[in-house]
């Protein structure tokens, strides 16, 4: 079991940049694979990022692609999303999630746990 908490939300111009964060708690953090999703108003949850346990693969939508970085820090159970060149677009809450199998995939649904979220505001 493993509880996720995310910041670093907020309001920010486009072209502004924001870095979230995702502290886990319980135990064995570097055995997941976590991943990075959002969800806007009246759309469906998408995938956004993944890092494998390591960190050392990661995946990202076309969407945020050379605009966002995904990164972890097992030492300290965090996981990091830094997000540059905002666009009103990105407006969504946005969930950090854990994936016991390892697989970093960019399926919601193969994820076993998740946050409650950070609403994440760009303005044109």
């Known amino acids: 079991q493993v509880q996720l908490v995310e910041s670093g939300g907020g309001l920010v111009q486009a072209g502004g940049s924001l870095r979230l964060s995702c502290v886990a708690s319980?135990?064995?953090?570097?055995?997941?694979?976590m991943g990075w999703f959002r969800q806007a108003p009246g759309k469906e949850r998408e995938f956004v990022a993944a890092?494998?346990?390591?960190?050392?693969?990661?995946t990202y939508s076309d969407s945020v692609k050379d605009r966002f970085t995904i990164s972890r820090d097992n030492d300290k159970n965090t996981m990091y999303l830094q997000m540059n060149s905002l666009r009103p677009e990105d407006t969504a809450v946005f969930y950090c999630?854990?994936?016991?199998?390892?697989?970093?995939?960019?399926?919601?649904?193969?994820?076993?746990?998740w946050g409650q979220g950070t609403q994440v505001t760009v303005s044109s």
């Open positions: 999630a854990a994936e016991q199998w390892g697989m970093a995939t960019t399926i919601p649904g193969r994820y076993d746990f």
């Open positions: 319980g135990r064995d953090f570097n055995t997941y694979a």
């Open positions: 890092s494998t346990r390591s960190g050392l693969r990661t």
